[in-house]
């Protein structure tokens, strides 16, 4: 019951400064949210696959993201693990349902799910090199950028 009394309480925290409890909702109006089917951006980045960034968003980095977590999520099924199979699902389907990737990489770094099967997968060397290499190019790419001011949306 905790966590709806929270929602309750900043509900009425919202409703005392705005007059509208639910300025959360409406706020999202602001950053040109808008609701759809959870595979359209996918598609959309499969269609363009050559425009990497678009504005903030980093598609590239993004939809590699949103993939790796929807494979690990489909591993876990396999391995009947309904928990942190739907976990992973939810996690990643809400905001894939805001038609956009953009952010989706912060989104799935905290799924700890994902990562345990990585490290289930990383016990076949090939793979585990793999995405050993694969991280540390990210993380040489993602400091680079972050060095010298850049994003990959200026480039």
């Known amino acids: 019951l905790l966590a709806p009394t929270g929602l309750l309480a ?3 925290y919202l409703y005392a400064i705005t007059g509208n409890a639910l300025a959360f909702v409406d706020a999202q109006a602001a950053w040109k949210v808008r609701w759809g089917f959870f595979l359209q951006p996918l598609v959309t980045f499969i269609i363009s696959p050559f425009e990497l960034s678009a504005g903030w968003n980093f598609r590239l ?6 993939v790796t977590a929807l494979l690990c999520a489909a591993a876990w099924l396999r391995r009947r693990e309904w ?13 894939l349902s805001t038609v ?9 770094a ?4 994902v990562f345990v099967m990585l490290a289930i997968w990383g016990r076949a060397p090939l793979l585990d090199q793999t995405i050993r290499t694969i991280s540390l190019v990210l ?6 950028f972050f060095g010298f001011f850049l994003s990959p949306a200026l480039i």
Do not use: C, D, K
């Not at 928990?83 to 905001?95: D, E, G, K, N, Q």
């Not at 993380?139 to 680079?144: A, C, I, R, S």
């Open 61 to 66: 980095l993004n939809f590699i993201a949103a």
């Open 83 to 95: 928990a942190w199979a739907f976990y992973i699902f939810v996690s990643v389907i809400t905001p």
């Open 10 to 12: 900043f509900m009425a």
């Open 110 to 113: 905290v799924l700890f799910p």
């Open 100 to 108: 956009t990737l953009e952010g989706h990489t912060r989104y799935v």
């Open 139 to 144: 993380l040489t790419l993602m400091t680079t």
